[in-house]
């Protein structure tokens, strides 16, 4: 079965430190999202790709945040200047035109000290 | 008021019990109906899409109530392995609007 891979699956940064999170999401996808976890919390949307743009974010989603398709098969969110509120789990996920092949990574915790 | 509202939990249920799980969503707008499972430290995992006439998937049966933006999953004969998270989600699905909407989630936990 197809899968979206998340790379790394654990990092550790210092506050104000820039990081990049990678995925792959599956290969004839066309949506592209990245979404957010703070332990215990609810799994909240951040941004999504489309065409090489992003055609919606979140309020969270602000001026730290970027994200970038480099190749073809790459997709990735940058955090220029990390906060420790920024810890939490980054699931990156695709899904097709129907938007009910939604698939998730299996996540990157990032945790800021 | 929350967008989609859950009972956190936790359901505590012995095996073979059958539990039921709601929602309500406040967006009359929204279009798409899910229920996700979550595993602790996982990513979430589509379970099942909740379509108008409501729909079974083998044990689990899903209900949705446009007029009452109210969503159900229905689990018979539960199984050890049915511990999870349970996640309400729905999606406007309106012109370049696909992000989804998450419940915090409701807690199963089935006990031998």
């Known amino acids: 079965e197809p899968e979206v891979t998340q790379t790394p699956s654990h990092q550790v940064t210092q506050m104000g430190q820039e990081v990049i999170l990678r995925c792959v999401p599956i290969?004839?996808?066309?949506?592209f999202y990245w979404y957010r976890q703070i332990l215990g919390q609810k799994v909240e949307f951040l941004v999504s790709?489309?065409?090489?743009?992003?055609?919606?974010k979140s309020e969270i989603f602000d001026d730290q945040f970027s994200v970038e398709r480099p190749d073809g098969s790459n997709f990735t969110l940058k955090i220029r200047s990390t906060k420790l509120e920024d810890s939490a789990m980054y699931f990156c996920a695709s899904s097709d035109s129907s938007n009910y092949g939604y698939t998730f990574g299996s996540g990157t915790r990032l945790t800021v000290v | 008021r929350k967008e989609v509202e859950q009972d956190p939990g936790p359901f505590n249920v012995p095996e073979g019990a059958t539990v039921a799980f709601n929602c309500t969503y406040s967006n009359s707008a929204s279009q798409s109906f899910f229920w996700y499972r979550q595993d602790c430290r996982k990513e979430p995992k589509l379970l099942m899409s909740?379509?108008?006439s409501g729909n079974e998937d083998g044990r689990f049966t899903a209900q949705l109530n446009r007029a009452s933006q109210y969503i159900s999953l229905l689990i018979r004969d539960s199984k050890l392995s049915d511990s999870a998270t349970y996640l309400c989600?729905?999606?406007?699905?309106?012109?370049?609007?696909?992000?989804?909407?998450f419940g915090s989630g409701t807690r199963l936990q089935v006990q031998p």
């Open positions: 989600v729905v999606n406007r699905l309106d012109t370049g609007r696909r992000a989804l909407t």
């Open positions: 290969s004839n996808h066309l949506y």
């Open positions: 909740v379509y108008s």
């Open positions: 790709f489309y065409n090489n743009e992003i055609s919606e």
